[in-house]
């Protein structure tokens, strides 16, 4: 089932916003100036205590159906507290998951529509992101860092590439490490999907060396979901 | 006489410097709610208990970078939904965009079943699960989790006047699951 048609992304009419507002009235969550406008609405306008009644009515169900949902299991906080103990300590953690995971939703927050549309736009965010990434994954790495896009940039230069999704969990410290192992650098991305490109050699590789290559990372699923050849 | 509790901000700076009982003592406060908010989305209490581990793991790794911009709640429940539908989409195995997750709706209970309900308030309840998640899940967050505009929004990471079209679009969405019920709630 899709509501799709029923979700037109223009603005709303005045008295559509009005109805749109009526659950944060109810919910006492709308900002000084917005709870104003609804109030006289309704007084000037008495068909709007419709909406308002049809709210009410909206809140106690929302209410009732959340308190009827399963609660966690009895053990949540003990399995919380045993995947931290294993972990270790968490400082400096998370640096590059977390702007992956901004990407993700920035991403997942943008209609294909839109996507088309920023096109140009979009490519260059990827393209700086890619390069915080990379500064946070190989910055220590002996070769420097490159914006992929500049002149004689790391996605322009000769070698063997390949297209990755990393899962959600891996980090970045284990992602780095791997990337230093494998001689790889990030040199583009992430592209919608989360695809990041990879220089996995120097210079291009022998068709087996390549697909040796390509299946050392398919391997690694602990840290890649996916790995594809790219030109 | 005891003293104010410790705010959520404080207890994300004491998880940031590895202080444990302050982990145990977010989690307290707010795994509930964010557990019934997996459940929403995931449409199933299968696999919430799941997902609502790595969010707090990730607390955990990531205290030190909450910048304040919203209230831990706002953050946590951002963090649910993103991990939430990335767990629909590895269990469907499909690619899931935020528009086509916007398209997915509950098998509902169907009309004949709903007007069977004893009460237009549990006819109501009934018709919520007829929503797709996109709108679903603004109704919970105004509702139930108490959210301003400009949180749902950043939540959902979509504009604010496109979190007012949903919310719009979904209440008129069960008006409609309502009259195919049978029963006319007098709006719109």
Same mark, same amino acid.
């Given at each position: ?6 979700? /037109?992304? *223009?603005?709303?009419?005045? !008295? ?18 917005? !709870?104003?406008?609804? #109030?006289?609405?309704?007084?000037? $306008? ?42 270790? +300590? ?21 209609? /294909? ?15 700086? #992101?890619?390069?915080?990434?990379? !500064?946070?994954?190989? *910055?220590?790495?002996? $070769? /420097? ?5 500049? +002149?004689?940039?790391?996605?322009? !230069? ?43 050699? /120097? ?5 087996? #060396? ?20 790219? +030109? | ?6 705010? @959520? ?7 940031? &410097? ?21 459940? &929403?989305?995931?449409?199933? @209490?299968?696999? =919430? @208990? ?36 990335? =767990? ?5 195995? @499909? ?83 309502? =009259? ?9």
């Amino acid at each position: 089932m899709s509501d799709k048609s029923h979700t /037109p992304s *223009g603005p709303l009419a005045e !008295r559509d916003e009005l109805d749109a507002l009526m659950p944060w009235f109810v919910a006492g969550t709308l900002s000084p100036k917005d !709870r104003a406008r609804v #109030e006289a609405a309704l007084a000037a $306008d008495p068909s709007l205590q419709a909406s308002l009644r049809a709210a009410e009515a909206e809140f106690e169900a929302v209410l009732a159906d959340n308190d009827a949902r399963a609660v966690p299991g009895h053990d949540a906080i003990d399995k919380l507290m045993a995947r931290i103990d294993k972990a270790g +300590p968490a400082v400096g953690r998370g640096v590059a998951a977390t702007m992956v995971e901004r990407l993700g939703r920035l991403l997942q927050g943008l209609t /294909p529509k839109t996507l088309a549309l920023a096109g140009a736009g979009l490519a260059a965010l990827a393209l700086v #992101e890619a390069g915080f990434l990379s !500064r946070a994954l190989v *910055g220590s790495a002996e $070769d /420097p860092y490159h914006i992929a896009s500049g +002149p004689g940039g790391l996605a322009q !230069r000769e070698g063997a590439f390949v297209l990755v999704q990393f899962v959600d969990t891996a980090t970045s410290g284990a992602i780095a490490s791997y990337l230093r192992d494998l001689d790889a650098q990030i040199v583009a991305g992430p592209a919608a999907g989360g695809l990041y490109r990879l220089r996995i050699a /120097p210079k291009p590789l022998s068709a087996a #060396e390549y697909n040796a290559k390509v299946a050392a990372l398919a391997q690694r699923r602990d840290l890649i979901r996916s790995v594809a050849a790219a +030109p | 006489m005891t003293g104010a509790a410790e705010s @959520d901000e404080e207890l994300l700076r004491r998880i940031a &410097g590895g202080d444990r009982l302050a982990m145990r003592v977010l989690f307290a406060r707010h795994h509930m709610r964010v557990h019934r908010f997996i459940c &929403g989305l995931l449409r199933s @209490d299968a696999g =919430a @208990d799941d997902v609502l581990n790595d969010v707090f793991f990730d607390v955990w790794q990531q205290a030190g970078r909450f910048e304040g911009r919203s209230s831990v709640s706002t953050w946590l429940l951002g963090m649910a939904r993103y991990k939430a539908l990335s =767990a629909r989409r590895k269990r469907s195995d @499909d690619p899931l965009d935020d528009e086509l997750a916007g398209a997915i709706a509950d098998e509902a209970d169907d009309p004949e079943v709903i007007v069977q309900k004893k009460s237009k308030g549990e006819a109501l309840r009934g018709c919520l699960a007829g929503l797709s998640n996109e709108h679903r899940s603004v109704i919970d967050l105004v509702y139930y989790h108490e959210k301003s505009i400009e949180d749902v929004a950043q939540i959902m990471a979509v504009p604010v006047n496109t979190i007012k079209t949903r919310m719009f679009y979904a209440r008129r969405k069960l008006s409609e699951l309502l =009259a195919a019920a049978g029963i006319d709630r007098g709006w719109p």
